[in-house]
């Protein structure tokens, strides 16, 4: 559909190479090789989610995804597990140019990546951590709103508000992410002054992502307020409701402290969860647009829906 | 400034007879007569917030106001308090034809208030309660989400998946608040599909509000994290970094009980804080917005000002 307005929209486009700036979200033990792959070749930016990845599976699956498409990947790195510079070092090795950081400094490994020629970008969840990237030489932003699924800021801006204040504090393209599951979504990004949105809780239902289906159909099925920031004294997390929930919320409403909370979570529960299916004591970790989201489409079929719908919700604006 | 694309835009602006689809939120001691007076004169909708209001007092201002200006003005009565039928009766006595109502079950006085001519709004925080207010008669509802300065809702939904999934639910026209203090924001709220916007920590800072000055100047230096939703247990209630709010979330975190919460809380803190300037033992109900809200214009200014910036930031949809 190069006849959209989306079509090569904003710097992200010549900066990532691709036909829309709509980008996956990494999200542990859903976004593999397969997804990552599809949402590039359907213009979008794949990014594979290395967090719940060990450099083997790692390297597994960004030979899945290049053995799907030519076109570019990227590699979320969060920064704080301990096979961060084994993870690196094997994306580099795959030829990987696109890197997402998260959840730790940029100030580590931007240089390092910067001289391997890569397009480093770091995820923020404050206009003054933003402020901190730009300083560390990253090409782009993430602003991160309190609404998004998974891990989460300790500062709760919600993306509405977020947005503005990071396009105010630093010269390089934001990607807004956090409660965008349409193309309304991208075309209020837009107003906000981004250049682009980055949606984990969308892609996560489709057919190509490896969230168990049961889980899926959970998502597909939730309402809107069936999530909730937990863990707080941990690291933040959103959560889908499920007995695992219930029993985080009720320590947390009686003041628990951090070993209580660490021995409730354990280990594990993601995978648990997200991968194989518990959706009971598992964790979920889903976005609060999830109330919007009712279908499992291809990632294909979605990314000519949200094109469509970008240009419907800027037609009143002509 | 008839020319600016967001005159008369929507239908809003026949439903309240106003210029521009924006209205200002009805806050507890900083929304009298002058302030909603100064709103509707600049061609946006003027609103007295009743929920800090006795009856005489609400006369009072109600008096002020339609001694300033010959405009649509609406009141905001929060279902919560004890004289909400007295200030009912003052409001219609005074000729009011437009009612907010918030905190409260719809079903209440829609009916009555409709028969008697009245354009009736609910200010809602989930989809369902949105569709609760329109089968109970109102005309519009304002969908509020979790960054909106003071009370709030418990379902903690983010006005950017919020208002989408409201939109979707009804078929009356939504009012989007909660983020929003520039025309970028406003932009994005009819990119959502919402009708118009509420604003009330950008209105607080303003000349005609009647907080005190040295909270408006508290206001325009704090920093984008510098609220935070507290009293969960209670009502929650976004506010302002002080020493009260550290006192409020350290018991939050230890899981001090109803009780405990409502003794610190005593009587009286929303009218020490932000009437009588007491910024550290007062309750400062701001929302996350305030990190953009840099200065404290006339009204009439930023009128100006919001409406040139919607045209500049839905110029890259032309």
Not at 185 to 203: E, H, K, P, Y
Request: charged share 20%.
């Amino acid at each position: 559909m190069p006849s959209s307005k989306l079509y090569k929209k904003g710097p992200l486009c010549q900066l990532f190479k691709i036909d829309y700036p709509i980008i996956q979200g990494g999200m542990v033990w859903v976004s593999g090789g397969k997804l990552a792959a599809a949402v590039s070749n359907a213009g979008g930016l794949g990014i594979i989610g290395a967090g719940s990845m060990k450099p083997d599976l790692l390297a597994h699956h960004l030979d899945k995804a290049q053995g799907l498409t030519n076109r570019p990947l990227a590699v979320n790195i969060p920064l704080l597990y301990s096979q961060v510079e084994e993870q690196i070092k094997v994306a580099l090795d795959k030829g990987i140019k696109i890197f997402f950081t998260s959840a730790g400094t940029p100030k580590k490994y931007t240089p390092f990546l910067k001289e391997k020629g890569c397009v480093v970008v770091h995820v923020t969840s404050t206009p003054e951590l933003a402020a901190k990237s730009e300083a560390a030489g990253v090409d782009a932003v993430v602003a991160e709103g309190f609404e998004a699924g998974g891990h989460n800021g300790r500062a709760e801006l919600a993306t509405l508000p977020l947005i503005p204040q990071v396009v105010d504090m630093v010269k390089i393209p934001v990607i807004a992410a956090g409660g965008i599951g349409d193309g309304r979504g991208i075309a209020a990004a837009f107003a906000l002054g981004a250049s682009g949105v980055q949606m984990g809780t969308r892609f996560l239902a489709t057919q190509e992502s490896s969230a168990h289906p049961k889980f899926k159909e959970l998502v597909i099925h939730s309402r809107p307020e069936d999530t909730r920031l937990l863990l707080k004294k941990l690291v933040p997390v959103r959560l889908l409701k499920n007995a695992f929930y219930q029993q985080a919320m009720q320590l947390e409403e009686q003041g628990a402290d951090v070993e209580t909370l660490q021995k409730l979570l354990g280990k594990g529960r993601a995978k648990l969860g997200m991968l194989e299916g518990d959706l009971e004591e598992g964790e979920l970790e889903v976005g609060q647009i999830s109330g919007l989201v009712r279908d499992l489409p291809t990632v294909e079929v979605l990314m000519q829906r949200l094109v469509k719908e970008y240009d419907q919700a800027t037609r009143s604006f002509e």
